[in-house]
T-cell receptor, first 115, second 112 residues
Framework: EAGVVQSPRYKIIEKKQPVAFWCNPISGHNTLYWYLQNLGQGPELLIRYENEEAVDDSQLPKDRFSAERLKGVDSTLKIQPAELGDSAVYLC?????????????FGPGTRLTVT | AQTVTQSQPEMSVQEAETVTLSCTYDTSESDYYLFWYKQPPSRQMILVIRQEAYKQQNATENRFSVNFQKAAKSFSLKISDSQLGDAAMYFCAYNGAQKLVFGQGTRLTINP
């Protein structure tokens, strides 16, 4: 079974430029998460999807961040414009149980560097 | 809001020895899950062990076991017979109402 796939693995951009990250969850997993992980810190939830609905986006900085999950499968996270402080690893995770705690499976992450 | 605290930023252990990583959490919920995740230098986060709060018996997975003290809100991870492949960042995490909250992590070094 394929795991959570993320691309690109690394991205370097100049500040004020846009950037997008893509995530393909494990087949059949209806719940998808985007996390932000700063260096030396634990991941912090940005947004959680149940199928195509964003059910928890309270930590997503909506002035510059946006996300979508069309057809309840793949998801894209976008930053526009990027700031120096956005340099971090962006992790995608998925799980299969709706309505209760479940094991989350993580992708390898996208390491973003904003110069 | 739930919080998770890992008070040991770094730990080291000799190969084949036993090491314990500490974790405390704060919550007002009665039903929740606790996890230990491992993140090797390649950064793929993988689940090591989980504990349901309503279960009194401590979870065990091969060389990994936990000491769950619900009243004290403590959830430590014991790694027995440490191996070089155990070197990684270890994150304690709390999951109540579908939201996974992570601690700051403990970097574990295995000395050969």
């Amino acid at each position: 079974e394929a795991g959570v796939v993320q691309s690109p693995r690394y991205k370097i951009i100049e500040k004020k430029q846009p950037v997008a990250f893509w995530c393909n969850p494990i087949s059949g997993h209806n719940t998808l998460y985007w996390y932000l992980q700063n260096l030396g810190q634990g991941p912090e939830l940005l947004i959680r999807y149940e199928n195509e609905e964003a059910v928890d986006d309270s930590q997503l900085p909506k002035d510059r961040f946006s996300a979508e999950r069309l057809k309840g499968v793949d998801s894209t996270l976008k930053i526009q414009p990027a700031e120096l402080g956005d340099s971090a690893v962006y992790l995608c995770a998925s799980s299969s149980l709706t309505g209760g705690p479940a094991e989350q499976y993580f992708g390898p992450g996208t390491r973003l560097t904003v110069t | 809001a739930q919080t998770v605290t890992q008070s040991q930023p770094e730990m080291s252990v000799q190969e084949a020895e036993t090491v314990t990583l500490s974790c405390t959490y704060d919550t007002s919920e009665s039903d929740y899950y606790l996890f230990w995740y491992k993140q090797p230098p390649s950064r793929q986060m993988i689940l090591v062990i989980r504990q349901e709060a309503y279960k009194q018996q401590n979870a065990t997975e091969n060389r990994f076991s936990v000491n769950f003290q619900k009243a004290a809100k403590s959830f430590s991870l014991k790694i027995s017979d440490s191996q070089l492949g155990d070197a990684a960042m270890y994150f304690c995490a709390y999951n109540g109402a579908q939201k996974l909250v992570f601690g700051q992590g403990t970097r574990l070094t295995i000395n050969p």
